[in-house]
């Protein structure tokens, strides 16, 4: 069964005095297996992330369903939603989302501190991760005294200490400069390698490059998919170069 499933997910806004509808998705149908590691891509405005946002429990479909481990989101009480989606589901955002007041090891902390975890269990927890993204030396430092790439990795940490059942990266290296986003890239690659699910949108073609699958969302659609296959990263990237330009002058068919 897939570990994701979407099913004829449709959503519509309304202005605020009712005057105009837009249709940011119009019937979206996808599945992710457990242990894929799958890039969204689309021009600004496409829906991708809407998507994001619905698979994540923050928005509501206008119509379709999301079913995480054959679980509909629809059917998790308000009340419950949030501990649902910190029990099930890691984020990492473009702007890290880091607490500045809190240190490297309290905002990893966080989302355990929620769920009622002692403090001796927390550093179980922390340990073996700041070790694999190389933060150790960080965990007392606090967000403004460390660099963006650094950020990010300490919000790795925080997307992976629930041990989710899917990662959710919406544009993680968008804030990042060259360096720092290879090495982000290369984590996100060696934990979907230890058998982490990742969906992440994106506007980089080198980001999704590292993919295995990617997805073109287009007019509210799943538009295209392309596959990785025996693909390198750098025939990944000329395969995405090619399905952008396709997409933008014409049709195209799954690979």
């Not at 997910?9 to 297996?33: C, D, M, P």
């Not at 790795?156 to 959710?168: D, F």
């Not at 993680?172 to 984590?187: F, M, V």
Request: aromatic letters at 8%; a negative charge.
């Amino acid at each position: 069964m897939p570990i994701l499933e979407v099913k004829n997910l449709k959503k519509i806004y309304t202005t605020r005095f009712g005057g105009n509808r837009v249709l940011a998705l119009s019937n979206v149908s996808f599945s992710v297996e457990s242990g894929e590691y799958v890039a969204i891509m689309g021009e600004s405005g496409s829906g991708k992330t809407t998507l994001l946002n619905i698979i994540a429990a923050l928005d509501k479909p206008t119509e379709g369903e999301v079913f995480l481990d054959g679980k509909s989101l629809s059917k998790v009480k308000e009340k419950e939603i949030s501990a649902f989606r910190r029990e099930n589901l890691g984020f990492v955002f473009q702007d890290f989302n880091l607490l500045d007041n809190f240190s490297v090891k309290d905002n990893i902390f966080l989302p355990l501190v929620l769920s009622g975890k002692s403090y001796a269990e927390m550093n179980l927890y922390v340990q073996p991760l700041a070790e694999m993204l190389e933060i150790s030396d960080l965990l007392d430092k606090f967000p403004y005294e460390i660099s963006g790439g650094q950020k990010q990795r300490a919000a790795v940490a925080r997307a992976l200490i629930t041990q989710p059942r899917l990662i959710l990266a919406d544009e993680p290296t968008g804030a990042l400069d060259s360096r720092a986003t290879d090495g982000l890239l290369k984590i996100f690659s060696k934990i979907n390698n230890d058998g982490q699910t990742v969906l992440m949108v994106t506007h980089s073609v080198k980001a999704a490059s590292h993919a295995n699958r990617v997805m073109f969302i287009k007019d509210g659609e799943v538009y295209h998919q392309i596959y990785r296959g025996s693909s390198s990263d750098n025939e990944m990237y000329q395969k995405i170069t090619d399905s952008l330009t396709i997409i933008s002058t014409g049709g195209a068919d799954d690979e």
